[in-house]
């Protein structure tokens, strides 16, 4: 189905899809521990201890085990899965106490993109830099979320980065975005290094749901399962399972099992929350048997940056775009009317999402995506409200980053290189070579109309009736999830909750200062009427500096991070770090402070209306495996006309530009670690701006003054020149259907 016309440079990016290393086949596979599932003797546990230096630790006693969890065919029945899954996980234990520490579950968005890309660019233990030989390898990220949390970290659905259903020898055409099963010989066109060679799953065209799966609800069910064997095969690191925990470092009420998830999580975040309590609740009530299965008990949802609901969020696309907080008129005022009419006019995108949500719920009520006609109404309203954001794309903003044009630097691509090395497929067990997002995954949730099919706010606001804590956390710079809608997903969540006040699970006492909203509420109120009552709070991230704003009121809470793109943790990671582990711990989100989350809400200015300027754009580096993303039409023109270069996985036009890190840089690979911190402190060349320490969140005493200032922009600047390399865009697959595209 042609859905509307772009121009050339989004079209090729629409085709983007990242694959293996220059004729590189993954080494043989080899695994320290090859098991069954201790629940499910069908399912089979293979995994390892990577080599010391592939992903640098903060402190080398960090344990990290990467593999696969393969589950048979049918095993998700009643759902069709006539294929399968081989589901690649990476885990790392936190830096203190990991036995007693809580355990975070991380998934990107997409649909269809790994959650490498969180751990290697946003938040995980380690980040890739470049060495004097051009060359690619690890040091420890200094606010790494190990920093509070076991991480979790897990490429699903079937088929994305790591995970593979059949591992298939296969051509990729870079340029078109084309997958050759068996192996070919490349286009005559093009040049060597864009015709690449490796192993993946396999690129079934003709049936989207031939090995994946095509909505949120199977990506749930195909995720409790994989959960069920990764908590029986790791039971140190199931909170339900502990025993003889004598640590003092964490409480009971933190060593919990929490969610996080980014952009397109939006819609697994909620989904995968409520299908893992409904499995709960059919062990209880004997319809699943208890004795063999798990359990999974949730602390908190974190989205980030997420699209939850299209019904409120598309809305928001026309106002963002002309009239945000960083006076950004990325498209005219005509332009913005225009969209809101395709928004709320007549059959337009609107009355369309009503439409397949009411066919969903007469045809489709499990979200399984068995009902073609259905499928058709809801992936008609979602071609339709794409035309909602088409003036946007049009000018040639970044999706990401509205202070950015396209092609845009950020995040950094590098670590696609690293991961693409040999020695680094050996060290982690990969099956399969490295793809940062999978076309073939999000063509079938297309096929569906996956995205306009809603029931994200019901969700979330169940959530929250059994005391579970949900967090929005928005950077508010980005336009595809921006952080006008995200504010109006958590005040509709809220006013769902007419009849709940704000249960809470954790065993805090109240702080010693209650705040004037705790004053003014003699019982808790509900969520309906105290959660847009409750005042916005800066969020002091250190003694000099305020990172966002937050409205919190009992377990639910809303935070805007200033300065932020769509990729938080990246843009922001202090502050990212701050507010997750303040989530984690049901503190007060503003502050740190020990609160009770039974009546506490934030008091301050009912709207947040802190205005930023853009920085200075950074430079554009083209990735060859990230082509169609990280390239201008000039890179282009020059790779076509035989000219340029390749060195180190990024095209140049002339051998003059290529450019090496001028000092030395330490960082480890398989085999070859580096040396890392005592715990004292950390050295200078990898410290944050505002604090040394490789361990601890900062809880306030006062709100710096001025309440905010660009120092964490100017940090990021300054990552951005340690790369070596040169950063590069995110993949942005399925542009075809704007706000579809999300990792």
């Known amino acids: 189905m042609d859905f509307f016309k772009l121009p050339t440079t989004l079209a090729a990016l629409a085709a983007s899809f990242i694959l293996a290393a220059n004729a590189q086949y993954p080494p043989p596979a080899s695994y320290q521990n090859i098991l069954t599932s201790p629940l499910d003797s069908n399912i089979t546990v293979a995994y390892k201890q990577p080599d010391a230096g592939t992903c640098t630790t903060a402190f080398s006693t960090q344990k990290q085990y990467t593999g696969y969890i393969g589950i048979p065919p049918y095993t998700l029945a009643p759902i069709q899965q006539k294929y399968s899954i081989n589901t690649f996980f990476w885990f790392v234990e936190a830096r203190q106490v990991p036995e007693a520490a809580p355990l975070t579950i991380w998934l990107n968005g997409g649909p269809g993109s790994s959650s490498m890309i969180g751990l290697f660019t946003e938040n995980g233990p380690c980040e890739v830099v470049q060495v004097n030989d051009g060359s690619y390898g690890t040091q420890y990220r200094m606010w790494g979320w190990d920093r509070s949390s076991n ?61 994946t799966a095509n909505t949120t609800e199977i990506a749930a069910a ?148 068995d009902v073609t006609a259905t499928n058709d109404l809801c992936e008609v309203a979602q071609a339709t409200c794409a035309n909602v954001s088409l003036s946007y794309y049009s000018e040639g903003f970044d999706p990401y980053d509205i202070r950015q044009s396209l092609p845009s630097p950020d995040p950094p691509s590098a670590y696609q290189e690293y991961l693409n090395n040999a ?144 990729f938080v943790p990246y843009f922001q990671p202090e502050t990212a770090f701050t507010v997750f582990t303040r989530v984690l711990q049901g503190t007060d989100i503003s502050t740190g402070d020990v609160i009770d ?72 690979v398989p085999g070859q670690p580096v040396s890392t911190s005592k715990g004292q402190s950390d050295s200078p060349s990898m410290a944050g701006s505002y604090s040394t320490k490789l361990t601890g969140v900062y809880t306030a005493t006062n709100t710096p003054t001025p309440s905010h200032s660009s120092a964490a922009s100017e940090s990021l600047l300054a990552a951005r020149t340690n790369i070596g390399a040169g950063p590069a865009a995110a993949v942005l697959l399925g542009l075809a259907i704007g706000v579809f595209v999300m990792l």
């Open 597 to 668: 989350l039974s009546s506490f809400g934030t008091t301050g200015p009912s709207n947040s209306t802190h205005t930023n300027s853009a920085p200075p754009a950074p430079s554009q580096t083209c990735w060859v495996r990230n082509f169609n993303s990280t390239c201008s039409s000039d890179d282009l023109d020059a790779m076509l006309e035989g000219k340029g270069l390749v060195a180190n996985g990024i095209f140049y036009q002339d051998e003059g530009s290529v450019s090496l890190p001028s000092s030395s840089v330490a960082a480890g």
């Open 423 to 566: 020695s680094v497929l050996a060290a982690i067990g990969a099956k399969v070579n490295y793809t940062e997002s999978s076309l073939y995954v999000q063509n079938g949730f297309i096929s569906t109309g996956d995205t306009i099919r809603g029931g994200g706010i019901t969700d979330l606001a169940y959530l929250l009736s059994l005391g579970i804590r949900v967090a929005l956390i928005y950077g508010d710079a980005d336009y595809i999830c921006n952080w006008f809608g995200g504010e109006a997903v958590s005040l509709a969540i809220a006013a769902q909750l007419a009849n709940y006040t704000s249960p809470t699970t954790t065993t805090a006492a109240t702080s010693a200062t209650t705040s004037a909203f705790e004053t003014s509420c003699a019982s808790p109120a509900s969520y309906a009427t105290a959660f847009p009552a409750a005042g916005y709070a800066d969020i002091v991230v250190n003694a000099s500096y305020v990172g966002g704003a937050v409205r919190q009121y009992g377990n639910l809470s809303f935070s805007r991070i200033y300065d932020s793109g769509h």
């Open 151 to 211: 991480m979790l970290y897990i490429d699903q659905p079937n088929q994305v980065g790591f995970s593979y259903d059949s591992a298939t020898n296969a051509s990729y055409d870079l340029l078109a975005g084309e997958v050759y099963e068996p192996p070919t010989a490349p286009d005559a066109g093009l040049p060597d290094f864009m015709y690449l060679n490796g192993t993946f799953g396999t690129a079934n065209t003709d049936d989207e749901t031939a090995a």
């Open 222 to 369: 195909a995720t409790w399962h994989f959960l069920q064997t990764w908590l029986a095969a790791f039971p140190q690191y199931n909170p339900a399972t502990r025993t003889n925990v004598t640590s003092t470092a964490y409480t009971s009420a933190e060593a919990g099992v929490n969610l996080f998830t980014e952009s397109y999580g939006g819609k697994y975040g909620p989904v995968f929350a409520n299908y893992f309590i409904q499995q709960n609740q059919l062990r209880s009530n004997g319809s699943i048997p208890s004795n063999s299965t798990l359990a999974i008990n949730l602390e908190s949802v974190g989205i980030m940056n997420g699209l939850v609901d299209d019904l409120i969020q598309d809305a928001y696309y026309p106002y963002f775009a002309y009239n945000n907080t960083y006076g950004i008129q990325a498209i005219s005022q005509t332009s913005e009317l225009n969209a809101i009419q395709d928004y709320t006019g007549t059959d337009q995108c609107l009355d369309q999402i009503i439409n397949c949500r009411a066919a969903m719920n007469a045809t489709d009520p499990e979200g399984y995506g």
